[in-house]
């Protein structure tokens, strides 16, 4: 076992940057509060990383307030600060003053700052999308795997075949090598399988590299396990997709996916589907819609494969896509994106095959809480549809990311997402109120103020019939009316674009 090289801390700034340049957090957390408490307490770049470790910790993010607020008392103009509190506050769910702080930041920014205002703007968003969606939790249980499987370091991604017997995943674990900078180990991949109704202690796989050296982790999984694909290098800068052949729990001819997959751009994700012959997967190459997309490639009746192209735009946004997971049934395929309606970085959605189409459409977010503020990655269904495999950080696991089984206990929610911008003839306009109506029950359902800076407003509503109002001093009053459909004409998402005019 590799030794635990931490230290106590005493208060070395020069020690603590150096951890903190290597994202070692928990250690560099050390030093700057023991500096804090024993040297200076009004130090700015003290009280600053100090506030950084703390956000970029796992259950404790709230706690950079108090540091952050100390570098804003002494440094007006650090509108960088203003954004970090944002996001303090937005991981503690307090959105109203997390929208405060990114506002704050909009007001005070300048050229230089490390975010923009498009990166706050986006954060006000999710802000707004996680207020909406927490409103209607979905029903669900989550079950850890159990420390056969997880341990106290990142354990993630995990594919599950459709019997769920088996499951490879990715970890970080103490596999007796040097510690990396930043306090984890390398990534390695990890299997286990099912004997007598419970899994058996996940070993490193047979036949992978598992090279400390280089980054590899698990990708995809063919539904009975007997492919799978890996992801060899670091994936923010190069990234390459390879094929293994999994035979009596060894992986076998591991060599680089054939086709046109990867290039010279990123490739970091890839699913198959059931038949073998279509393969999903992520890069960042020209032609998409920005960011990292969803891919499609298929085999030729001559066993080759075409030529690669972009999933679209039903399922691909301006933002970031990630881990598509198309079920075995091929109905349904779960993917994670920074776009559409999500509630913060990468959540969960879901689309539906559209037959007629010949695509996957009617895109909708899993809900919270199997989504969160963070990011929320590769959801692996199982064959009957039960149950979903997630790696998330929740309090009560064995230390960091873990493995869960999260079965959804309601049948699927047919909430509508009502969202769009506001506008009026004189271009901006100001103090807007939403009035919404139940037109079935004859009440009010609910006020609604859109966000001030923007104008832009979201309403999630169940099925039904309502009445949307629209109000502003020195506008006439606007209003249009919503069916929410059951599941033969479901939409998730409404677009309404309105624009109010004077009544001067």
Not at 399 to 407: A, E, F
């Amino acid at each position: 076992m590799a030794q635990d090289d931490s230290v106590e801390p005493t208060g070395n700034m020069d020690r603590a940057d150096q951890l903190f340049f290597d994202e070692n957090y928990k250690e560099a957390l050390k030093e700057y509060l023991f500096f804090l408490d024993n040297n200076d307490p009004e130090d700015i770049k003290a009280n600053y990383n100090a506030g950084l470790c703390y956000l970029n910790s796992d259950f404790t993010k709230v706690k950079a307030l108090q540091y952050f607020e100390k570098v804003v008392f002494y440094d007006d103009e650090a509108a960088t600060v203003y954004y970090l509190m944002g996001r303090a506050f937005q991981a503690d769910h307090q959105f109203d003053r997390a929208i405060d702080m990114f506002n704050a930041f909009i007001e005070n920014y300048s050229m230089g700052d490390e975010f923009t205002v498009d990166d706050a703007e986006t954060q006000i968003e999710y802000c707004e999308n996680a207020y909406e969606l927490m409103k209607f939790p979905v029903q669900c249980v989550w079950e850890n795997l159990g420390g056969q499987i997880n341990s106290e370091y990142p354990d993630y991604f995990p594919f599950v075949t459709v019997d769920e017997n088996f499951v490879a995943f990715t970890s970080k674990r103490d596999d007796g090598s040097k510690k990396l900078p930043d306090g984890t180990f390398a990534s390695n991949i990890y299997s286990s399988h099912v004997e007598e109704g419970e899994y058996v202690q996940a070993l490193p796989m047979p036949g992978a590299d598992n090279d400390p050296a280089e980054s590899e982790v698990v990708i995809g999984m063919s539904g009975f396990g007997e492919k799978m694909l890996l992801m060899k290098g670091l994936e923010s800068i190069s990234g390459d997709i390879y094929e293994a052949d999994f035979r009596e729990n060894h992986l076998e001819n591991i060599k680089p996916l054939d086709g046109q997959v990867n290039s010279k751009w990123r490739e970091i994700a890839a699913t198959y589907a059931s038949d073998g012959n279509t393969i999903y997967f992520i890069s960042d190459r020209p032609g998409g819609f920005g960011g990292t997309d969803v891919w499609i490639i298929k085999r030729l009746p001559t066993g080759n494969w075409g030529v690669p192209y972009n999933a679209g735009r039903d399922i691909n946004t301006e933002r970031d896509e990630d881990f598509p997971n198309v079920t075995h049934d091929g109905k349904y395929i779960f993917f994670s994106s920074k776009g559409h309606f999500s509630m913060g970085g990468y959540d969960i959605f879901k689309a539906e095959w559209n037959p007629d189409s010949n695509r996957y459409m009617n895109v909708r977010n899993l809900g919270y809480p199997v989504n969160s503020v963070d990011d929320d990655m590769n959801y692996r269904q199982s064959q009957s549809g039960r149950y979903g495999y997630i790696s998330a950080l929740r309090k009560g696991g064995f230390g960091d990311y873990d493995l869960y089984r999260v079965t959804i206990t309601e049948v699927e929610s047919e909430y509508s997402v009502i969202k769009g911008q506001i506008s009026s003839d004189r271009g901006t306009v100001e103090d807007v109120s939403i009035t919404v109506m139940d037109l079935t029950a004859g009440d009010i359902f609910g006020y609604y103020t859109p966000n001030p800076k923007t104008n832009r407003y979201v309403i999630i509503l169940p099925p039904g019939e309502f009445d949307v109002g629209v109000e502003a001093p020195g506008y006439e009053p606007v209003s249009f009316e919503v069916k929410v459909l059951g599941k033969s004409s479901f939409q998730p998402e409404i677009d309404r674009n309105l624009t109010l005019v004077s009544s001067r």
